[in-house]
């Protein structure tokens, strides 16, 4: 009961605070017909990527520019070099045969913390003895303190730096390895390491390691490059690779071969100019057109564990006046409602900001709309709001919305915001899932039975009694076959059951006790309760909404938006209405809200023991 009540409260609260933090005073339509499009920076294949890095130099407690503890500008060289080879900058010695793969390297100015840094964190290695003799293990076979130790000890988010560990020694070594990087990975571990005395072109460097291409050789791996020779050890080997695509480095443009460690092709025709390959650092000049396609991505966005970095604050300064446009987590509105466009703006400057102008576009539609939004409060450093531009929204279909931060900051970089939307009728499915006593031998599949594509799943589930555990994801209408496995054969006979649920509580698919080993349940989902927006018109907007919209002229007072409140019922999935004095089971509640003007919402609600 109680946890009903406070539910209950939290949600009126977020109604109303979501419309008090920011005020509008002013709300223009501009241009709504035939207006000309706007030039507004669209994130696309041929865009420059900027990924912020942090070096962590773990030095053994030298002065700063002594022994391990190599200076800054030897590690700025570096990233010189690294920016030359990637971006193949004429005149260096990045510019060979290869491509310019349009990925760029910043310092860090902000730690994750919000801080001011200089993107150099230096770290005594001290504090771990076995670093101090033998440096650090990767291999487990090998010597030295285990990498988890000083990576988990030192480590900044991952999904929104590039880390590098300038190290003493790798495996009780200071020439060889030179280093070690993760492919695209969610692990701790994640980030490069490098001996110290291969990074830059001057200072504590060896003299046949002093062009740097030990760091982009190892970013090519970050960033999802396998060795141009694969796992090839023979020529012979190489030279019968049938499929490009799946084998070897699995890209089609660099030629199969073993590891070349002179400036020469080992192999008949091989590039021993890649970065990717073993040979000598005067002859590495290149990446090829298939490399770079591999680390931006099927669309040009970078492997999806890496896509984060290019949300990343790392590079904005901690100064002065400077907002940023995010994209709110969630985009995606499930269900059949039209679609309403939302910004987050958050300060990422060191002032309080009392007014701002966001603009919101909408590609190949007259939607233009302007929102100068003045704060009761001020949106203090590191806070955000909200805005909602709701005062048109948007029929099915696909769009390529954005946004435009209109006030001059000091920052510009992080004014516009776009993406791509499409928007179709959808809903709401709830899964929950008690897995028995194996949970481990538990996973389950949501197929698209017209593509065969698999859109939700999960396994991994602990050995032992959890709490149940809810899912919930969006999917479009159409036809799916809910597939749940046991791997044992004995389904959930040690005390599990799973149940799945559309967006009206309808069960589609329950299970219990001892199903063997696979359950499928078919069924389809479709929408009736709303049909598409009628749009006469074709730009993508309800002809309804367009009405709407015309009609506003005068500026909206914040406090008309807010609707009184009249009554709130709770109804369990069977539709029954529930009492305030019920003793509520665990399970799956709706609230309905309704508003004095008739208008209603409703807020579906968990409760579990
Ligand atoms: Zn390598």
């Given amino acids: 009961m109680k946890y009903i009540f406070s539910l209950i409260f939290f949600f009126i609260t977020t109604l109303s605070l979501s419309q008090g933090q ?13 207006r000309q499009k706007k030039s507004i920076n669209v994130s696309n294949r041929t865009e420059v990527h900027t990924i912020p890095v942090v070096f962590h130099v773990i030095h053994l407690g030298e002065d700063v520019g002594v022994g391990t503890n190599i200076s800054d500008e030897q590690i700025l060289d570096g990233l010189r070099i690294l920016n030359e080879d990637f971006r193949k900058i004429q005149g260096t010695w990045g510019d060979g045969d290869g491509v310019d793969v349009e990925i760029e390297f910043c310092l860090s100015q902000r730690d994750p913390n919000n801080n001011p840094t200089s993107g150099i964190n230096r770290v005594n290695g001290n504090q771990w003895p076995s670093y101090v003799d033998e440096g650090i293990r990767v291999n487990p076979l090998n010597s030295g303190e285990p990498e988890i130790n000083i990576k988990s000890a030192t480590s900044w988010d991952r999904s929104s730096y590039m880390n590098v560990w300038i190290v003493s020694e790798i495996h009780d070594s200071n020439v060889s390895p030179q280093g070690f990087a993760t492919l695209p990975t969610n692990s701790i571990t994640d980030g490069i390491i490098i001996l110290h005395n291969v990074i830059g072109s001057f200072g504590n460097v060896q003299s046949f390691h002093n062009m740097s291409r030990t760091l982009t050789h190892e970013v090519g791996h970050y960033l999802g490059l396998f060795h141009t020779f694969g796992m090839y050890q023979t020529c012979d080997n190489a030279l019968s690779e049938s499929d490009c695509q799946t084998q070897g480095d699995m890209v089609c443009d660099t030629p199969p071969t073993t590891p070349n460690l002179q400036c020469d092709d080992w192999c008949p025709g091989a590039q021993y100019e890649n970065y990717m390959d073993y040979s000598l650092q005067s002859c590495k000049n290149m990446f090829t057109q298939g490399q770079k396609d591999r680390m931006r991505g099927v669309n040009g966005i970078l492997n999806p564990f890496r896509i984060s970095l290019l949300d990343s604050e790392g590079c904005v300064p901690v100064e002065g006046f400077n907002l940023s446009l995010k994209l709110p987590q969630v985009v995606n509105e499930c269900g059949t409602e039209p679609f309403k466009p939302q910004i987050e703006v958050k300060n990422l400057g060191t002032i309080p900001v009392y007014e701002f102008s966001v603009t919101c576009t909408i590609e190949n539609t007259p939607y233009e709309v302007v929102k100068d939004c003045v704060l009761t409060n001020p949106l203090l450093p590191q806070n955000s709001v909200f805005i909602d531009f709701d005062y048109s929204s948007l029929g099915y279909g696909n769009y390529v919305i954005n946004f435009n931060l209109t006030t001059e ?35 389950w599949e949501l197929i698209d039975q017209n593509t065969q594509e698999i859109i939700w799943s999960q396994d991994g589930y602990p050995i032992g009694m959890e709490f149940p555990s809810v899912e919930i994801t969006c999917i479009q209408n159409g036809c799916y076959d809910f597939v749940i496995y046991d791997l044992a054969g004995d389904g959930m006979q040690f005390g599990g059951d799973f149940t799945l649920l559309d967006a009206s509580g309808n069960t589609l698919a329950y299970g219990e006790g001892d199903w063997g080993s696979v359950l499928t349940f078919p069924f389809c989902v479709e929408n009736q309760t709303s049909e598409n927006c009628e749009d006469l018109n074709n730009n993508g907007i309800c002809d309804f909404d367009e009405e709407i919209v015309n009609y506003i002229e005068e500026p909206i007072n914040q406090s008309d938006e807010i609707k009184q409140i009249i009554k709130i019922r709770t109804f369990d999935i069977s539709g029954r209405i529930l009492s305030e004095s019920e003793n509520y089971q665990p399970g799956i509640y709706i609230l309905m809200i309704e508003y004095e003007d008739g208008s209603y919402d409703s807020q579906k609600i968990f409760r579990w023991d």
């Fill in 22 to 34: 920011c005020g509008f005073n002013d709300v223009k339509m501009m241009g709504f017909y035939g």
């Fill in 409 to 443: 900051d000091i920052y510009s970089g992080d004014n516009f915001v776009t993406y791509e939307f499409n928007h179709q009728p959808s809903q709401e499915m709830t899964l929950i899932i008690n897995t028995d006593f194996f949970g481990n031998e538990t996973s």
